[in-house]
Nanobody, 115 residues
Framework: QVQLVESGGGLVQPGGSLRLSCAAS????????MAWYRQAPGKQRELVAS???????NYADSVKGRFTISRDNAKNTVYLQMNSLKPEDTAVYYC?????????WGQGTQVTVSS
C-alpha cells in the first residue's frame, strides 16, 4: 500500500517562498515519474509540475520560472520549491505519480498566499 505524505505548506505573503516535501513509501519510488498537483477551492485538481526518474522536469505555464521540482530517490522524497508566490497559487498541494496516479492520495498540504 503506497503512502504519500505531503508537508511544508503554510501562509505566506505575495512574493514569498515555500518548499513542499512529499515522502513516499511502499512503492518503487525511483522508477516513477512523480508530480505535484494542486486543487483550489471550487476548482478541479491540476498538474503543477512533474519529474522523471532521470530528473527531467515539466511545468504548467502558470508556474514556469517560479517553481522548481526536484527529487531525492535515496530518501523517496520529491520537493517543490515555490518562489514569487501569488494569491492564485493558493490551493491544497498533492504529490502522486504523473501517470496512473495511485488511488490513495495523501492528505495534501495547504498553501495560502495572502497579505
Amino acid at each position: 500500500q503506497v503512502q504519500l505524505v505531503e508537508s511544508g505548506g503554510g501562509l505566506v505573503q505575495p512574493g514569498g517562498s515555500l518548499r513542499l516535501s512529499c515522502a513516499a513509501s511502499g512503492s518503487i519510488f525511483s522508477i516513477n515519474t512523480m508530480a505535484w498537483y494542486r486543487q483550489a477551492p471550487g476548482k478541479q485538481r491540476e498538474l503543477v509540475a512533474s519529474i522523471t526518474s532521470g530528473g527531467s522536469t515539466n511545468y504548467a505555464d502558470s508556474v514556469k520560472g517560479r517553481f522548481t521540482i526536484s527529487r531525492d530517490n535515496a530518501k523517496n522524497t520529491v520537493y517543490l520549491q515555490m518562489n514569487s508566490l501569488k494569491p492564485e497559487d493558493t490551493a491544497v498541494y498533492y504529490c502522486n505519480r504523473r501517470f496512473r496516479p495511485y488511488d490513495n492520495w495523501g492528505q495534501g498540504t495547504q498553501v495560502t498566499v495572502s497579505s
